[in-house]
């Protein structure tokens, strides 16, 4: 192992990852993979895949937690605070200063079309994760347990269809299913309270003013990936609160796939449109801050985490739930795509996707197409 670094050093190696973050955690783990494995050595490869999988099984950014985890490692309790708000500060200033201009009195007309470009081609994106990771949930399983996973993923559709602000609770509940089936204790009595604790944060805040409310289900009650807050907040932001139009949320979902870092960012897109910039920076700091004291409080008991049955089990549970949502949620985003000029623009996105395009390639373009279209003088979507 290598010496380990200043704080001054963190900073600047996890803003850079930060800076380039582009394509979502896979790109985020690559990155800090070659950082702190192979050209620094500052950790060895098991102890970073043993974290990696550990933060999969976590509610929340999984990549922003191994950020923070790796920076905790190497630098200590400081180097996790500035590890971890450089990796996410870079994308975060980004995106507030595209709300600012976006959900203005008198956006500009470019930035409306990017929005807008960018948004149409959100759906196919968000369809292509869902079945990806579908794919990946149920691959291999046979019996009993394919059927139960089939039928949290269609749980979980259903909910982002028909419930989405509440699509939490059917998150929660796959999981405790699938955790209480697959008990595996012998001769005792379960106890999911230890692994199932985001039940006991849902009991515990959901008394919570309606912004905090939202960002705290993005930050702590999350499973399966950064796509599965759209349902998360989509209930919230278009239906039940009224903050934005579906146009505008569909818009907010673009920004946070074409801007680096954490996608869970986009959560302040929504804080700005419920309450201004102070609004932007409640729903971010309540989003990212469980991240934060998971890791500092037990980042030590990963390698133990990666092990736990029960904990695997919720997992199997919650991971097709949310599977389902991801994908449910593309129809209410349907509804943000409402000129001609963008189901063109989905539709070669589509094709582009199943031609293997990288979405993030895909995203840029089609924000390019819609840049074109507003200073054209397209109709745009309000």
């Not at 870079?90 to 930035?111: E, K, N, Q, Y």
């Not at 807008?116 to 990806?132: I, N, R």
């Not at 998360?232 to 673009?254: H, K, R, S």
Request: proline fraction near 6%.
């Amino acid at each position: 192992m290598s010496a380990r670094p200043g704080l001054v050093e963190v900073l600047r190696e996890w803003g850079r990852i930060g800076v380039v973050g582009f394509g979502g955690p896979p790109a985020h783990v690559a990155l800090l993979r070659d950082l702190v494995v192979e050209r620094r050595r500052w950790l060895d490869a098991r102890e970073f895949e043993d974290a990696n999988a550990a933060c999969g099984l976590l509610p929340g950014p999984a990549s922003t937690q191994l950020a923070i985890y790796c920076a905790q490692r190497v630098a200590g309790a400081a180097g996790a605070v500035v590890g971890g708000l450089a990796f996410v500060l870079p994308g975060l200033v980004l995106i507030l200063a595209l709300a600012a201009g976006a959900l203005g009195s008198d956006p500009p007309r470019w930035l409306l079309g990017l929005a807008a470009g960018a948004g149409a081609a959100v759906v196919p994106v968000v369809v292509q994760a869902g079945l990806v990771l579908g794919r990946s949930s149920l691959d291999g399983l046979h019996g009993a347990r394919l059927w139960r996973a089939a039928a949290y993923v269609v749980a979980g559709a259903a909910a982002a269809v028909l419930i989405g602000p509440y699509v939490v609770l059917v998150l929660l509940a796959a999981g405790a299913a699938e955790a209480l089936v697959r008990r595996p204790w012998a001769g005792r009595r379960p106890r999911l309270g230890a692994h199932a604790w985001p039940l006991l944060v849902l009991a515990a805040v959901s008394d919570l003013p309606e912004l905090a409310w939202s960002a705290l289900k993005v930050g702590a009650l999350s499973y399966g990936g950064g796509f599965v807050i759209i349902p998360l907040m989509q209930g919230d932001a278009v239906d039940a609160y009224g903050w934005m139009t579906q146009a505008e949320f569909t818009g907010a979902v673009a920004f946070g796939q074409i801007t680096p870092g954490p996608v869970t960012q986009t959560v302040a897109v929504v804080g700005w449109a419920a309450a201004g910039f102070g609004g932007a920076l409640l729903a971010a700091a309540v989003a990212f801050a469980p991240s934060f004291l998971v890791v500092g409080l037990g980042g030590r008991r990963f390698a133990a985490l990666r092990e736990n049955r029960t904990a695997r089990a919720f997992l199997d549970g919650a991971g097709p739930a949310a599977v389902g949502a991801i994908l449910g949620a593309a129809v209410p985003l349907l509804e943000g795509i409402v000129e001609p000029w963008q189901w063109i623009v989905a539709g070669v996105a589509a094709v582009a996707l199943v031609a293997r395009r990288p979405p993030i390639a895909v995203l840029l373009a089609a924000a390019v197409a819609g840049v074109v279209a507003g200073l054209w003088g397209a109709d745009l979507p309000r």
